[in-house]
């Protein structure tokens, strides 16, 4: 099949719904099901950086002027809350997360609060 356009291309994608129609593809989804739940939610920890690469996003925008919280315990909560709230998956971003060491400490804790923790690096 040749599709010409992106609007083609997505008339051509079958919804989840209707993939789960076919009673051996919802068996099997069934299955699997509970390994892909995450909940998502992304946190910009700093404004700094020490270096400027092409194409980051973070300095192209407004984000770069927010306001930068560096209590720990700040974020000790934060991570309490969302865990709380059902966040299963935390990502560590903002200019350079790693250029705040004792707040990634924090988050990472939360790991054995069972959230799993990605820093852009």
Avoid at 2 to 21: C, D, G, M, Q, Y
Avoid at 28 to 52: A, H
Avoid at 57 to 73: H, L, M, R, S, V
Avoid at 86 to 96: D, F, N, P, R, S
Wanted: proline share 3%.
């Amino acid at each position: 099949m040749t599709i010409n356009n992106k609007e083609s291309l997505e008339s051509a994608k079958p919804k989840f719904s209707e993939l789960l129609a076919q009673p051996e593809v919802k068996a099997r989804w069934e299955k699997v099901r509970k390994y892909f739940f995450l909940r998502e939610s992304t946190y910009d920890m700093s404004n700094r950086c020490n270096i400027r690469c092409d194409g980051c996003y973070y300095f192209e925008g407004e984000k770069q002027f927010a306001k930068e919280i560096g209590n720990a315990e700040a974020w000790r909560k934060l991570m309490q809350a969302e865990k709380a709230r059902g966040i299963t998956y935390v990502v560590l971003a903002g200019a350079e997360p790693s250029l705040v060491p004792e707040l990634l400490d924090v988050c990472l804790s939360g790991n054995a609060a069972g959230q799993y923790c990605h820093q852009w690096l």
